[in-house]
T-cell receptor, first 119, second 115 residues
Framework: SAVISQKPSRDICQRGTSLTIQCQVD?????MFWYRQQPGQSLTLIATANQGSEATYESGFVIDKFPISRPNLTFSTLTVSNMSPEDSSIYLC????????????????FGAGSRLTVL | AQSVAQPEDQVNVAEGNPLTVKCTYSVSGNPYLFWYVQYPNRGLQFLLK??????LVKGSYGFEAEFNKSQTSFHLKKPSALVSDSALYFC?????????????FGSGTQLTVLP
């Protein structure tokens, strides 16, 4: 399965600033997914990053707050803009492992995550 | 709509004893069910999945899970727990009907195996 590298692994940020998280995959993938894991909570999908088109955002997430870039098939960035303490979370990048049809059954591979603390 | 519930935030078990981490789900069609594990400061790792076929699914590290359609459950089990199994476990579901684009994750269960 794919190997995903995320950076930074952790950061402490000031309120009102923005931070960009990078996700690098060791193979070409069509879709990359960005999740948020708030303290003590489950994973919530923020958006799906498609190469060559705009990202698709889930309900409750908007492009102005979480702009995403997808310049090629192995790389994506997620920016957390104008941060507040409520944005303190682990942000995870993931891709589908394998290219089998019936994508709903495909397993997700995750990066190690980026732990953001906003003061 | 699809949903998944993990009723226990925390499960403690003694090393060598069997463990069970519970998961129930709700979908309109047939479910695709997954278990993931998250070790400290690591991303989620896939353990096992149920798509179709045999209700008992075997996965990584000696874990298995049993799909029970009548009880809409997919409990994770291991016959003999190890201290190294201590981690956060997530159940996830996707409706095979395709109405939902992505997985829905449960709230997670922290498993602690005591030496």
């Amino acid at each position: 399965s794919a190997v995903i590298s995320q950076k930074p692994s952790r950061d402490i940020c000031q309120r009102g600033t923005s931070l960009t998280i990078q996700c690098q995959v060791d193979s070409q993938v069509t879709m990359m997914f960005w999740y948020r894991q708030q303290p003590g909570q489950s994973l919530t999908l923020i958006a799906t990053a498609n190469q060559g088109s705009e990202a698709t955002y889930e309900s409750g997430f908007v492009i102005d707050k979480f702009p995403i870039s997808r310049p090629n098939l192995t790389f994506s960035t997620l920016t957390v803009s104008n941060m507040s303490p409520e944005d303190s979370s682990i942000y995870l990048c993931s891709v589908r492992a394998g290219m089998t049809s019936g994508s709903g059954a495909n397993v997700l591979t995750f990066g190690a995550g980026s732990r953001l603390t906003v003061l | 709509a699809q949903s998944v519930a993990q009723p226990e935030d925390q499960v403690n078990v003694a090393e060598g004893n069997p463990l069970t981490v519970k998961c129930t789900y709700s979908v309109s069609g047939n479910p695709y069910l997954f278990w993931y594990v998250q070790y400290p400061n690591r991303g989620l790792q896939f353990l096992l999945k149920y798509i179709t076929g045999d209700n008992l699914v075997k996965g990584s590290y000696g874990f298995e899970a049993e799909f029970n359609k009548s009880q809409t459950s997919f409990h994770l089990k291991k016959p003999s727990a190890l201290v190294s199994d201590s981690a956060l476990y997530f159940c996830a579901v996707r409706d095979s009907s395709g109405s939902a684009r992505q997985l829905t994750f449960g709230s997670g269960t922290q498993l602690t195996v005591l030496p």
